[in-house]
């Protein structure tokens, strides 16, 4: 299997940026799909962003304009910029690959906090 390392988490105040990362190691099919999703004590995972191997976008309603999700196919790493952070921001991310029908892999997550 794939293992998926994200890094960049921390804490920040309302307003402030952070950038993280997500290193892909191990065989990867070269037609794939990497995101970021993110979840809320007492809430759901929610999809945050996804960029496929051709470079096709996909951002929830509530990240758009704000994040900015990026990869390098050669080095098999997926970005994900986010500025102007609010609260409502605040959450574990984590890193997602899949492929075809049936293989979806996360990595273990970074923890984000945004205080007012």
């Known amino acids: 299997q794939v293992r998926l390392v994200e890094s960049g988490g921390g804490v920040v105040q309302a307003g402030e940026s952070l950038r993280l990362s997500c290193a892909a190691s191990?065989?990867?099919?070269?037609?794939?799909?990497m995101g970021w999703y993110r979840q809320a004590p007492g809430k759901q995972r929610e999809l945050v962003a996804t960029?496929?191997?051709?470079?096709?976008?996909n951002y929830a309603d509530s990240v758009k304009g704000r994040f900015t999700i990026s990869r390098d196919n050669a080095k098999s790493t997926v970005w994900l910029q986010m500025n102007s952070l609010n609260p409502e921001d605040t959450g574990i991310y984590y890193c997602?690959?899949?492929?075809?029908?049936?293989?979806?892999?996360w990595g273990q997550g970074t923890q984000v906090t945004v205080s007012s």
């Open positions: 997602n690959l899949r492929w075809g029908q049936t293989y979806n892999q």
């Open positions: 191990g065989s990867m099919f070269r037609i794939n799909v």
């Open positions: 960029i496929t191997s051709g470079g096709t976008l």
